[in-house]
Nanobody, 124 residues
């Protein structure tokens, strides 16, 4: 079992930055794939970014490429999402997720563990 706790959300103006953190507990991450998803009211949960814990492979949604960066800290068992040049359409609840698989996947159905989410609001 893996427990995930997100932090770092908040209110920011358009063009600003936030860094989300996701602390994992329950076991030391070794080969899992960690992902970030987001969900806004009335919409389905959508993929944002993912990273392979074992070899640092990353993947991003087209809507965030060049603005968001996913990274990990082995020592802290933590994954981050650096979000720059934020736009109002980035407003959502952001969720951290972990997959026991080894492929960097974008489908939420492939992830086994989820955090509780953190709200990000971008004002125009």
């Amino acid at each position: 079992q893996v427990q995930l706790v997100e932090s770092g959300g908040g209110l920011v103006q358009a063009g600003g930055s936030l860094r989300l953190s996701c602390a994992a507990s329950g076991r030391t991450l070794r080969n899992e794939v960690m992902g970030w998803f987001r969900q806004s009211p009335g919409k389905e949960r959508e993929f944002v970014a993912a990273i392979s814990w074992g070899d640092d492979r990353t993947q991003y949604a087209n809507s965030v490429k060049g603005r968001f960066t996913i990274s990990r800290d082995n020592a802290k068992n933590t994954v981050y999402l650096q979000m720059n040049n934020l736009k109002p359409e980035d407003t959502a609840v952001y969720y951290c997720a972990a997959s026991d698989g080894v492929l960097v996947v974008t489908s939420r159905h492939e992830y086994d563990y989820w955090g509780q989410g953190t709200q990000v609001t971008v004002s125009s």
